[in-house]
């Protein structure tokens, strides 16, 4: 998201003609993302624009030498930061992942012993790297789960995340927004306030257990993702103003703009069944009323499902509970920090997110193994960090940042 930003910042230069309040704007944006994320080039970028313009560093109050100042600063931090990587990825296997950083950062400070710090840490890897390659067997079943789903404006990886387990295991799409309503109104009984629908999440073991007792809902009888543009939000309002105000008749649903876009909510519901359902509802359930009416074909499956959770004293037993289920080929859904997703140094304990694990591979370039992470952000590759390898949204992770990130693991059987 950094890197994005930035470079957002360095292309709009391009419109701003020259001009001093925004560039000076611009340059306290990159001293602020140089705390945490490498910046040589934009610096590099910036200053070339600037001589374009004829623009003086003076003339933007910082002096001649600011920002070969704050390129080195930088650099030395990001220097310390590849390092630290380097050493966390020597006991999971090689460090090259981080060669093409260390040697440039090493050049541009003019590293004393950086070519024998290298080679220490490469021999000191060797035995995890042995270790992996054996036993990071590569299995694959992301074209068993069908495309990436996107959740867009809503709060409900959980449900996406579990509707993905289920669709695995019934080999049919399930509807994540069947199992957002279903948690939601039948089982942590939410009020008239749809930000408690769409903003709070639970853990995707809670939503597996509940849809257990309820029943699953196809894909096709509520569709999950004619949410883009935060249209969803403002469809699910409209609805539970509806139900408080009593639109009821057939006429009106029919004509009214609003029941026409909320067709592509429920689409097996007729005017009149709509009518029907809005008639007896309340704006406390109209929402879960419209669902279950639409939902024609809802079944039943027995699964139980189980959870581990992370030992801080032995992260590896959490991992090797996923490996287990990985090479079972079970999908396993994972709650962890997405922040790293973004930038992979980025770190929040507390940041809560959830997806499903549905491969693993040796990645013989790296030294790494590597889990296939199934988000739910659509089929996007934009928004990962550059570390990271993806194709259609599914990424691939290493090892080490997936120890670090995840906190519960789950999954049916």
Not at 123 to 132: D, I, Q, V
Not at 283 to 297: E, H, W
Request: contains cysteine.
């Amino acid at each position: 998201m950094v890197f994005l930003l930035l470079q957002m910042i360095i292309h709009s230069l391009a419109f701003a003609e020259c001009d001093r309040s925004q560039i000076a704007t611009y340059i306290g944006q990159i001293q602020k993302y140089s705390e945490r994320n490498g910046i040589s080039g934009h610096i590099d970028e910036l200053e070339s624009y600037l001589k374009d313009c004829k623009i003086s560093k003076r003339s933007l109050g910082v002096p001649d030498d600011f920002f070969q100042n704050l390129k080195s600063e930088n650099q030395k931090y990001m220097l310390k930061e590849t390092k630290k990587s380097i050493e966390e990825f020597t006991k999971t296997g090689k460090p090259d992942l981080f060669k093409d950083e260390y040697d440039f950062y090493t050049k541009n400070l003019k590293t004393v012993n950086a070519g024998k710090y290298w080679d220490e840490q490469v021999k000191k890897s060797e035995p995890a790297y042995l270790r992996e390659k054996k036993t990071c067997t590569n299995v694959d079943f992301s074209k068993e789960m069908g495309p990436i789903r996107n959740q867009d404006s809503v709060g409900w990886c959980w449900a996406f995340t579990s509707a993905d387990l289920l669709s695995y295991k019934t080999k049919q799409r399930i509807s994540a927004a069947d199992i957002a309503y279903t948690v939601k109104y039948d089982h942590e009984k939410i009020g008239k306030d749809v930000s408690d629908l769409v903003g709070k999440g639970t853990h995707v073991h809670n939503a597996l257990n509940a849809m257990a007792k309820s029943g699953l809902c196809p894909e096709s009888s509520i569709p999950s993702e004619d949410n883009v543009n935060s249209e969803y939000i403002e469809l699910l309002t409209k609805l539970q103003k509806m139900g408080s105000i009593g639109i009821a008749t057939p006429e009106a649903l029919d004509c009214s703009s609003t029941l026409l876009s909320v067709k592509t909510l429920f689409p097996n519901l007729s005017p009149n069944e709509m009518a029907a359902v809005v008639q007896k509802s309340k704006s406390t359930n109209l929402i879960k009323n419209l669902a279950n009416a639409s939902c024609k074909k809802r079944f039943h499956i027995k699964y139980e499902t189980w959870i581990a959770q992370k030992d801080a004293d032995n992260p590896m037993e959490l991992m090797d509970s996923i490996d287990q289920q990985l090479s079972n080929k079970n999908p396993v859904a994972i709650t962890y920090d997405a922040s790293g997703l973004i930038n992979r140094r980025d770190f929040e304990e507390y940041k809560s997110h959830a997806s499903n694990l549905v491969g693993r591979r040796f990645n013989e370039k790296t030294g790494q193994c590597e889990y296939l992470l199934r988000n739910s952000w659509g089929r996007s590759c934009d928004q990962y960090d550059f570390h990271y390898s993806c194709k259609e949204g599914n990424v691939w992770v290493p090892k080490t940042d997936l120890i670090k990130r995840t906190v519960l693991a789950t999954y049916v059987k």
